[in-house]
C-alpha cells in the first residue's frame, strides 16, 4: 500500500498514477502553506493553489484533520523511533524522561502535530496503525520501568500521552519557561507511592 493512502470502500490499495501525483501536489502545497505561515489549511485554497478540483483534494483529504494527519505522519514515525529507542534504554526511567522531552519538544514546535496525538479519533488508518506502534513501544517501556520500581502500576501508554497532552497545554498557555519542572512533575507523578 502506498504510504498515507487509505484505501475506501470499493476502492484498491493502489492509487492511479495521477492521482498519486496529484496527492504528493496537495501535500506539497500544504506544506508550502504552513511553511509561509498560513496554518489555516483551507481546503479550498490549497486545491487552487494545487491546480486540482476541489473534490480531488476531498477525496484525498476529507476534512483538514485528515490533512494534517497525512502532513504529520514523517513526525509520528521520529516519535516511534524515539520510543523504540527509549525501550532499548539502559534505564527505562531515564529512557521514558528522553521519550516524553522529545515528544513534548515536537507538540510545542508543531501544534498541528500535537492535535493529532491528542485526537481521540484518526481520520486514516495509517494513522492509526502508527498510534498501535507507538502504545506498544510506550507499553514496552513503561513494563520495563514498572519490573524497575520507577512507575506505579496501572498506568498505560493512554495515559501517559493524555498526561504529555496537559503538560503540552500547560506549557503552551504561558508556562514555557516551566516546561522542564512540569515534566519532572509529570514524571514524578508516575513513580510509585512512597
Not at 485528515?66 to 526511567?93: N, T, W
Request: aromatic share 4%; hydrophobic share 45%.
Amino acid at each position: 500500500m502506498l504510504e498515507g493512502v487509505t484505501p475506501r470502500a470499493g476502492q484498491g490499495t493502489e492509487l492511479r498514477a495521477d492521482a498519486v501525483r496529484n496527492r504528493a501536489r496537495i501535500l506539497r502545497i500544504a506544506r508550502e502553506q504552513l511553511a509561509a505561515g498560513d496554518t489555516s489549511l483551507q481546503l479550498n485554497a490549497i486545491a487552487r493553489l494545487a491546480g486540482v478540483g476541489v473534490g480531488t483534494v476531498y477525496r484525498h483529504f476529507p476534512n483538514r484533520h485528515a490533512l494534517v494527519e497525512a502532513l504529520s505522519a514523517e513526525r509520528f514515525r521520529e516519535l516511534i523511533a524515539e520510543a523504540q529507542a527509549a525501550v532499548a534504554a539502559d534505564d527505562p526511567r531515564v529512557g521514558l524522561h528522553r521519550l516524553l522531552r522529545f515528544a513534548l519538544d515536537r507538540m510545542l514546535d508543531d501544534p498541528d502535530f500535537a492535535a493529532v496525538l491528542e485526537s481521540a479519533a484518526d481520520a486514516s488508518a495509517q494513522t492509526s496503525d502508527m498510534r498501535a506502534e507507538l502504545d506498544q513501544a510506550v507499553t514496552g517501556l513503561l513494563d520495563r520501568a514498572r519490573l524497575s520500581g520507577a512507575i506505579r502500576d496501572g498506568v498505560e501508554a493512554e495515559d501517559v500521552r493524555r498526561l504529555l497532552c496537559g503538560v503540552h497545554h500547560a506549557v503552551r498557555s504561558g508556562g514555557g519557561a516551566r516546561r522542564d519542572l512540569y515534566l519532572d512533575v509529570l514524571l514524578e507523578g508516575l513513580r510509585p507511592p512512597r
